[in-house]
């Protein structure tokens, strides 16, 4: 037996872990790292079943295929490469380069392997680039940079300091399980609150001192009653507000409509408890308000982007103990962003959405391959994520694909893109690679930072995506990360690795970390030396107001296009569709569900075999429904069958599905097609999304469902 010092890439904590492995190479035991100087031994249920569930699973690809006819066939590494390089040269040489196109993610986008596909496909000529930033990140990231002037402004929810702790459509004790353990030692002192406001009386619910259901898609309202009470009951930090800020008084006059009587009407909830919510954080030294997928992936995405950061930054709560901690790490993103992405802003020939932080809406990528005309997507690479399951009307996604000309799947698994591509390519898994966790500083309640190392080689053929990326650059004639200086600096040193007699190849992918190191004010020994984890004693003293990076240097609290927004909001309450009555939501999740990481057909038979639709008995009776019937849902979208599942803590009128379903087999071996589970995706509108940065909505979808013989 052997153990290995490692972290889980399950999901943003990165909660350090300790793998035990047997002669073999095996995982046999995971458990918490208790000398991690973050998580310090927390790892949650998903984090510790992963080596059965998925880095050990039998359905690992191992060897690159290539499409021959209806079917997929192995072949070497040089052999796909070298047909990857000319097929990527020809659509570019044939459609230009924007018709090339890169999707990534999954549980690699806080770490290197984004920036070498960003680079990619910009070394390529291309910005078509899609990513959970198009996902679930945008609207965050609009509203800091019309504040602030930078993107990454959302600090790490500090609850075990706050005094108060308002959640708002989230749910960490399953999501972000981290803050959910912090929540739980919070919920027994009993003098700090706990505030959940959410359609459904989810698990973190269960440790709130004050919980309220609302109306999906009215949360912008409640967020406005109480950025209205703070304002004009003065509950907020004059001084912060005068110094280092503009334009409260025109935010002041566009939210004075929007009280807890008004408002009321619209949410649902009782205008007492939100004047009662507003006073208690507004008069809390310390506090955070939180709100996560469940806004995110709803109407108004941005707008309660704004009001939220608003509220934190005029109560002093914004870069504090207690409040959101800001820490940057290896990198501060603020400051190098605008030359990062820089230049011409690329907009969706299709719904005119501007990129952000360099990235598109994913509800633009169907009508983006779809629709004839210059730019036209005809070539895609997808790399570490699952478009066809994650991204919006799977239905259509599928046509759009089977219509591009050139598909790449870059994968540890056969997924259904993989299904689709003409070549696939094995990747490793995150642990048989050396890895850093460097992005997302806001996730973090310290600059820390962790190096971890392999567990062990690489399973079969497989390749890191560093060395993947390399060789795209290579076969498709460009630079190695979009810069000459750079590829010829590597070259050169390829060349003097050689001259030394030194075997193998350059680990470029060490040699950024290395660099990174260095500009974090550490080196790459020192994060070696403590497999643990490190904090960056140089940035403990960091003041967010340094990173502000307006002309004036001022927070910019009015920002003009959103108070016009707030302005035309009409309190009242929704108006139900007749034709789809129920609104359901597709962002919660389950002990075991990680989006669509399933890889081990055994281990999903045993635990957790398909996905339900949650919905509330009494709307179940009127339509003869009874718990473990199977139903067909539908919306203006898609239409499946689901098993129903009843539960009582769910508002009335609300349904729920959890993303991430409707897969087929993992196993190569199995061609049946045969889903597992029912596809959220199917009801989800690519047509339809915030106004400002076009984020698909995975909640406030209305939705009918029948019992099978009566649809």
């Given at each position: 037996m052997e153990e290995k010092i490692t972290a889980c890439f399950l999901c943003g904590c990165n909660c350090g872990m300790v793998m035990t492995l047997n002669e073999n190479g095996k995982i046999v035991k995971i458990r918490g790292d208790k000398d991690n100087l973050e998580t310090k031994g927390f790892i949650c249920k998903k984090g510790v079943k992963q080596g059965e569930q998925h880095i050990d699973s039998p359905h690992r690809l191992t060897t690159p295929l290539k499409r021959e006819g209806d079917r997929l066939v192995e072949v070497s590494w040089d052999e796909a490469l070298d047909g990857i390089g000319r097929e990527i040269k020809r659509i570019k040489k044939k459609y230009g380069a924007r018709s090339l196109s890169l999707a990534l993610g999954g549980s690699g986008h806080p770490t290197l392997q984004v920036m070498l596909a960003f680079q990619l496909l910009r070394a390529m000529g291309s910005r078509?680039?899609?990513?959970?930033?198009?996902?679930?990140?945008?609207?965050?990231?609009?509203?800091?940079?019309?504040?602030?002037?930078?993107?990454?402004?959302?600090?790490?929810?500090?609850?075990?300091?706050?005094?108060?702790?308002?959640?708002?459509?989230?749910?960490?004790?399953?999501?972000?399980?981290?803050?959910?353990?912090?929540?739980?030692?919070?919920?027994?002192?009993p003098n700090r609150t706990i505030v959940v406001i959410d359609p459904r009386y989810t698990e973190t619910a269960r440790l709130a001192d004050l919980y309220s259901p609302i109306r999906p898609s009215t949360d912008i309202y409640f967020v406005l009653a109480i950025l209205n009470i703070l304002i004009k009951?003065?509950?907020?930090?004059?001084?912060?507000?005068?110094?280092?800020?503009?334009?409260?008084?025109?935010?002041?006059?566009?939210?004075?409509?929007?009280?807890?009587?008004?408002?009321?009407?619209?949410?649902?909830?009782?205008s007492d408890f939100i004047q009662k919510v507003a006073r208690g954080f507004g008069r809390a030294k310390r506090?955070?308000?939180?709100?996560?997928?469940?806004?995110?992936?709803?109407?108004h995405s941005t707008l309660v982007s704004w009001a939220t950061q608003t509220i934190m930054f005029i109560t002093g709560n914004l870069g504090k103990k207690g409040g959101g901690l800001l820490y940057p790490t290896l990198m501060n993103f603020n400051y190098g962003e605008k030359m990062a992405f820089g230049g011409d802003v690329y907009t969706s020939r299709v719904r005119g959405y501007e990129e952000v932080c360099g990235f598109l809406p994913v509800t633009v990528l169907q009508d983006e391959i779809l629709t004839p005309g210059p730019g036209q997507i005809r070539a895609m690479i997808v790399s570490g994520c699952n478009p066809l399951r994650a991204y919006t009307n799977s239905a259509k996604m599928e046509r759009a694909f089977k219509e591009l000309e050139f598909l790449v799947s870059i994968d540890i698994f056969l997924t259904e893109v993989g299904r689709l591509a003409h070549w696939v390519l094995p990747v490793c898994s995150f642990h048989e690679q050396e890895n850093l966790s460097f992005g997302f500083h806001g996730l973090r309640s310290q600059p820390f930072i962790q190096l971890t190392q392999r567990i062990r080689e690489p399973l079969g053929d497989s390749r890191p995506e560093w060395m993947i990326y390399r060789d795209l650059f290579k076969r498709s004639d460009a630079y190695w990360m979009g810069y000459r200086l750079v590829h010829y600096g590597f070259e050169i040193a390829e060349f003097i690795r050689k001259l030394r007699g030194k075997k193998g190849e350059l680990d470029r992918q060490e040699a950024i970390i290395r660099f990174f190191a260095r500009m974090g004010g550490t080196s790459y020994k020192e994060l070696k030396e403590n497999p643990h984890g490190l904090i960056l004693k140089k940035r403990l003293s960091y003041n967010f107001l340094d990173d502000i990076r307006t002309p004036d240097k001022k927070a910019h609290l009015e920002v003009p296009e959103f108070l016009t927004a707030v302005d035309?909001?009409?309190?009242?309450?929704?108006?139900?569709?007749?034709?789809?009555?129920?609104?359901?939501?597709?962002?919660?999740?389950?002990?075991?569900?990680?989006?669509?990481?399933?890889?081990?057909?055994?281990?999903?038979?045993?635990?957790?075999?398909?996905?339900?639709?949650?919905?509330?008995?009494?709307?179940?009776?009127?339509?003869?429904?009874?718990?473990?019937?199977?139903?067909?849902?539908?919306?203006?979208?898609?239409?499946?069958?689901?098993?129903?599942?009843?539960n009582r803590d769910v508002l009335r009128g609300t349904v729920y599905l959890s993303h991430g379903w409707g897969l087929t087999s993992r196993d190569p071996k199995d061609n049946s097609g045969e889903l597992r589970g029912t596809p959220a995706a199917l009801f989800l509108p690519d047509d339809e999304g915030d106004a400002f940065t076009g984020l698909p909505l995975f909640s406030g979808i209305p939705c009918r469902v029948e019992r099978i013989g009566d649809s």
């Open positions: 078509n680039l899609y990513s959970p930033v198009g996902l679930e990140l945008s609207s965050k990231y609009l509203a800091n940079q019309k504040i602030f002037g930078c993107s990454q402004m959302d600090g790490f929810p500090d609850y075990e300091n706050s005094e108060y702790s308002i959640l708002i459509g989230s749910n960490p004790v399953i999501s972000f399980p981290t803050h959910g353990h912090a929540l739980g030692k919070v919920s027994k002192d009951e003065n509950l907020y930090d004059e001084k912060m507000v005068r110094e280092h800020s503009t334009g409260i008084e025109n935010v002041k006059m566009s939210v004075a409509r929007f009280t807890p009587e008004a408002v009321s009407e619209v949410t649902g909830i009782e506090g955070v308000l939180l709100y996560d997928m469940g806004v995110v992936a709803n109407h035309r909001l009409i309190i009242q309450p929704p108006v139900k569709d007749q034709n789809y009555p129920f609104i359901l939501s597709t962002t919660c999740r389950t002990w075991a569900n990680v989006n669509t990481i399933y890889r081990n057909e055994e281990w999903i038979e045993k635990h957790m075999p398909t996905n339900s639709l949650v919905m509330h008995p009494d709307d179940a009776a009127p339509l003869g429904i009874n718990e473990g019937d199977r139903v067909m849902m539908s919306s203006r979208t898609g239409k499946a069958e689901a098993p129903v599942m009843f």
